[in-house]
């Protein structure tokens, strides 16, 4: 909007995508608009207009502002009244510190004066650029929402109660927000990230005063509309609780309740703390806040890892960078001390030297760390990793998996995944994604070819020795599944199926609320709740009957109940270096399985014991702990904060006239066939409707796109994706991404991700884009027709990607079913005469189409796309052989170019016998 015009409408929650980025620019405009009128004069012609500008943003900032504690309901009153009287110049003042204070963040800090009769050297910085000393000796700051339909008077009693509490010693510093209903206490935790704790007092209704399109939207979402709109107010406290726990499981919720101890005990409050019977105990209420938010904001073995970094100790064991000794007495490596500091290498230490506890063992401060992540991601169980989500995906599989199940598993699947199967000796069913051929990249695996995978297994009467379904989510390009429905229909076809799901690029998930839905561990957790109703018995025994004599195509087609009797058997890894705060290689172990103490612990440690590390780095546990306490505490504010960046660029790309001539953004629609799609949305940005909502699609569609993966189609400017990533962006523009297809680039969004890095990237874009128009204006005939075909080869003719073809004989069981001995074949290679090389020429080609089976004998990884399109014991098809001859990329692991594909030869194949159902 153009403060010095008035002239253009005034932005809605429609062009934004979060109400937290609507509230900060209609402060700034309303700053823009005051200090035009002050310009201006308010009654010259331009400082009228300006003068409705500033009533219309504060009309819209109203409801907001109800929600948040700075500047609070009777300063913006205020406000109106310094309007309404048009004292422009007071008006300014406050208005303009006001909007200084919430960019800055100054107002966690201090109390900003707002009257201009106060002084304000109005010097104070960002928040973000104070020495990190500086914000830690500040007491963190966040606010108490409390929820209780009073009148002004009382309101003003219970917020200055509260704060009379304060004492000099308390860690942190709250201010509370009153609210009157349920429904603004729903709004008050999605709209505010500064709330840690929720108070529902006694008199809470039901209903939002606040007419907004986002709150209904919101609302509408919570899924209980009905059920709540019939709840007795004595309910309104308890349903409150378990809606928060919904929404922002994190948060305290404290009920302070005039029902009987004996009507409460009974009710599920979800994650409250604590109720309270006396209204007026305002201590105990303020230090139950303080204690809630400090047993987050604990991090035990971070907190014990700085204890024994100031301890003296003299070092008589193998570490000499413990204490950093072998650095300050060096002469000629004085530059690595420098550049770290001493601190890190003060926390250099081992758990055989005493003091700190052991990550192979854990009974102390990692114990009680590891048990805090499990808290935060709401698994049973959570274990640290120092060596990536590489290593916690064998592990997982070795723990779980012995020689001779079957594991279905989506063959895009990481490199982790396809080395845990050869050290497990498991049969693997590869299950293909459907493929994105215009873009040469895989989406996900649809329900429908795990069902028929499972179900021919069952057909072949091997359904018993199927143990696990691997999949990978979200992809790296973004595409999520519907978690609880492959959960479902899994168990509705064997009811103790274990999931691992590779969480890789979704830890971060937990903390957005929609993203939560599709979670693995959001997901068990509900299932041991929902498994358990006399609905899903009463569901289940109705469909028996349904499907009694069902063909397999009637099974595939139906939506499965799982049986009430299913076990619970959830695994997540996650990469929390990829996405949260943590060193790299960070990373978690999340499980949710109910066989685990019975079954699985024993053989888990074995598997831990194999992978890990007997000197795992200290600093990267801290991080771990650092990253968990982060997560707990702002999590919510940080996720929303990506997503608006991921949004400004979807929304920028898609409008500017000059991106749209030689980049496509890549839409739910691009990169998701029509019928995985049920809610038929298109795009997450419409420039006529604006932000469509993406409740309703994480909720309903069979996959989802993560909008913080923006993939964008690079073909339109003549170069492929590795060319523009590391000649364009890297080399030119200093622009780090990390996956490329032939003809697209993936840039990510993060919770580092910050406004001004988004304009940079448009500006590049914009910048590349201006160039190209340049060029090409002077180009020759020649020199366009040169551009023409480089796109056309981009973007036309892409090399078709092939499925996974299966695997030889030698290496299968009997029957029909696709599940293979990867291990065997692995071996097999180890003997150099088993081996031979074919270069990639037409006579390969030749023998293919004229029917001989030629098996790879090792993987073969091209980057992009990063995943084998050839495993050990894979019969190599011609679509394989025509990909990798089509592809131009550099990195082709597995493949010499000198020699060619390696494979089998015809006697060692000979040599392995048919083999039978056992495992080996
Ligand atoms: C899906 C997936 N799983 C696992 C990994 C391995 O994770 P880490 O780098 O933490 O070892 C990656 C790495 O890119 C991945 O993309």
Not at 190 to 211: D, E
Not at 474 to 487: A, H
Not at 558 to 572: K, S
Not at 737 to 745: D, G, L, W
Request: hydrophobic letters at 40%; a negative charge.
């Amino acid at each position: 909007m153009n403060a010095q015009t008035g002239e253009q409408k005034l932005p809605t929650i429609r062009d934004y995508f979060s109400a937290t980025q609507l509230r900060a620019d209609r402060w700034s405009a309303l700053r823009e608009a005051c200090e035009g009128m002050q310009r201006n004069g308010v009654s010259s012609r331009q400082g009228k207009k300006l003068r409705t500008t500033a009533l219309d943003l504060m009309e819209a900032l109203a409801p907001i502002e109800t929600y948040w504690a700075f500047p609070g309901a009777a300063v913006f009153e205020n406000l109106r009244r310094l309007l309404a009287q048009e004292n422009i110049e007071d008006l300014s003042v406050s208005v303009r510190r006001i909007a200084r204070a919430l960019t800055s963040g100054a107002y966690r800090r201090r109390t900003v004066p707002l009257n201009s009769s106060e002084i304000d050297n109005e010097d104070y910085e960002d928040e973000a650029a104070l020495s990190p000393e500086a914000r830690a000796l500040g007491r963190p700051y966040f606010e108490v929402l409390i929820v209780d339909d009073v009148a002004e008077q009382h309101e003003r009693f219970l917020r200055s109660s509260l704060q009379r509490m304060r004492r000099s010693e308390d860690p942190f510093i709250y201010e509370p927000v009153v609210v009157p209903s349920l429904e603004d206490a729903l709004l008050g935790i999605l709209f505010n990230h500064n709330v840690q704790a929720v108070v529902i007092r006694p008199g809470i209704s039901l209903k939002s005063k606040n007419k907004l399109p986002i709150l209904d939207e919101y609302v509408s979402h919570l899924g209980q509309d009905e059920e709540v709109d019939s709840l007795a107010p004595s309910e309104f406290g308890p349903e409150a609780c378990r809606l928060i726990a919904k929404i922002r499981p994190e948060l305290d919720a404290y009920l302070v309740t005039d029902r009987s101890v004996e009507d409460i005990a009974g009710l599920d409050l979800g994650r409250c703390r604590r109720v309270f019977y006396n209204q007026e105990d305002f201590l105990e209420l303020h230090l139950n806040i303080l204690r809630g938010v400090t047993a987050r904001y604990k991090t035990p073995f971070f907190t014990a890892l700085k204890e024994y970094s100031k301890q003296p100790t003299g070092v008589f064991h193998a570490m000499p960078i413990s204490r950093g000794k072998s650095i300050t007495r060096s002469h000629w490596i004085q530059d690595m001390g420098a550049f770290y500091g001493p601190n890190i290498f003060l926390a250099e230490t081992s758990a055989t030297s005493g003091g700190l506890d052991s990550l192979l063992e854990p009974r102390g401060p990692i114990k009680e760390a590891q048990d805090m992540a499990a808290r935060a991601f709401g698994s049973k169980q959570t274990f640290f990793a120092t060596n990536g989500t590489s290593t916690c995906n064998k592990i997982v599989v070795q723990a779980l998996v012995k020689p001779g199940d079957i594991v279905l598993i989506d063959r895009d699947c990481h490199k982790s995944h396809h080395y845990g199967m050869v050290l497990a000796g498991a049969r693997v069913v590869y299950m293909d994604s459907y493929p994105l051929h215009e873009y040469s990249m895989y989406g996900a695996v649809p329900i429908r070819e795990i069902k028929h995978n499972l179900l021919r297994l069952k057909a072949e009467g091997k359904l018993d020795r199927v143990r696990m379904v691997l999949l990978t989510n979200c992809t790296f390009d973004g595409l999520v599944y519907n978690v609880q429905r492959v959960m479902e229909e899994c168990l509705a076809i064997k009811k103790d199926l274990i999931f691992l799901w590779d969480e890789a690029w979704f830890a971060f998930a937990r903390f957005g609320p929609s993203y939560r839905l599709r979670t693995a561990m959001r997901v068990a957790n509900t299932l041991r709740r929902t498994l358990k109703t006399d609905e899903t018995a009463a569901a289940w025994e109705a469909q028996q009957k349904l499907l009694k004599d069902a063909d397999d195509e009637t099974i595939l087609n139906t939506r499965l109940v799982p049986p009430p009797d299913a076990r619970v058997r959830v695994y997540a890894t996650q990469s929390t270096h990829k996405t949260l705060t943590s060193l790299r290689q960070g990373s978690m172990i999340h499980v949710n399985d109910q066989d685990f103490k019975g079954e699985v612990e024993e053989g888990f440690h074995e598997a831990y014991m194999t992978h890990t590390s007997t000197s795992p780095n200290y600093q990267i546990i801290a991080s771990l702990d650092v990253g968990r306490r982060q997560v707990e505490l702002e999590g919510y504010e940080f996720v929303q904060r990506q997503v608006e960046s991921a949004m400004a660029i979807r929304r920028a790309v898609t409008t500017h006239p000059l991106l749209k001539k030689y980049f496509k953004l890549l839409t739910p629609s691009d990169m998701i066939p029509e019928e995985y799609r049920e809610s038929g949305i298109e795009s997450y940005y419409d420039p006529e409707q604006g932000w469509l909502d993406t409740w309703e699609i994480w909720s309903t569609d069979e996959f989802v796109l993560d909008p913080t993966r923006v993939t964008l189609a690079v073909g339109g400017t003549g170069w492929d994706g590795d060319t523009f990533k590391t000649k364009i962006l890297m080399d030119k523009y200093g622009i780090q991404i990390n996956k490329t297809s032939r003809n697209t680039v993936l840039f990510m969004t993060n919770i580092g991700t910050t406004r001004s890095s988004v304009a940079y990237l448009i500006e590049v874009l914009v910048e590349i884009a201006n160039e190209l128009d340049d060029l090409l204006d002077d180009a020759s005939r020649m020199e366009r027709r040169s551009f023409d075909n480089r796109v056309a080869a981009l973007v036309e003719h892409v090399p078709p990607l092939p499925d996974f073809s299966r695997f030889h004989d030698a290496f299968r069981d009997a029957g029909e079913t696709p599940e293979g001995d990867i291990r065997s074949a692995f071996f097999l290679s180890y003997t150099e005469e088993n081996c031979d090389y074919l270069p990639l020429d037409d006579r390969l080609m030749e023998r293919l189409n004229a029917g001989e089976e030629l098996v790879s004998a090792s993987f073969v990884i091209p980057y992009p796309p990063g995943f084998p399109i050839l495993v050990p014991g894979q019969v190599i098809s011609p679509e394989i052989l025509a990909f990798m001859r089509a592809l131009d990329v550099s990195e082709i692991h597995g493949f010499r170019a000198d020699l060619g594909l390696r494979v089998f030869t015809k006697d060692a194949l000979a040599s392995l016998k048919s083999r039978d159902t056992e495992g080996s």
